[in-house]
């Protein structure tokens, strides 16, 4: 059974930064694209990056390009988010998940999913 644990929210005041990571354990976290998604009260989950199995390739929604950057470590089966100059639209519940095969930007397309982490950005 594969398991994601994500961790690293919080509060930030608006221009701070964070770093989100997510643990995978029960699979082959080295066979799977990893992606985060976000979703803000009363809202669909947003695409906010993915990252290719071997870490060589990531992908970014418009939203966040040059603030948001992803990296993974295959030998501590965790991936991360770092977010810069945070912004109070960044609050939202902030979710990685894994799947098979190319990356998506649709959330329901993923294999695996955690339980996610809250980032509330004060202004």
């Known amino acids: 059974q594969v398991q994601l644990v994500e961790s690293g929210g919080g509060l930030v005041q608006a221009g701070g930064s964070l770093r989100l990571s997510c643990a995978v354990s029960?699979?082959?976290?080295?066979?799977?694209?990893m992606g985060w998604f976000r979703q803000a009260p009363g809202k669909e989950h947003e695409f906010v990056g993915a990252?290719?199995?071997?870490?060589?390739?990531?992908y970014y929604a418009n939203s966040g390009k040059g603030r948001f950057t992803i990296s993974r470590d295959n030998v501590r089966n965790t991936v991360y988010l770092r977010i810069h100059s945070l912004k109070p639209e960044d609050t939202a519940v902030y979710y990685c998940?894994?799947?098979?095969?190319?990356?998506?930007?649709?959330?329901?397309?993923?294999?695996?999913w955690g339980q996610g982490t809250q980032v509330t950005v004060s202004s």
């Open positions: 998940a894994a799947r098979s095969g190319t990356y998506h930007t649709i959330y329901s397309e993923y294999d695996h």
């Open positions: 990252i290719t199995e071997s870490g060589t390739s990531t």
């Open positions: 029960g699979g082959t976290f080295r066979d799977y694209v």
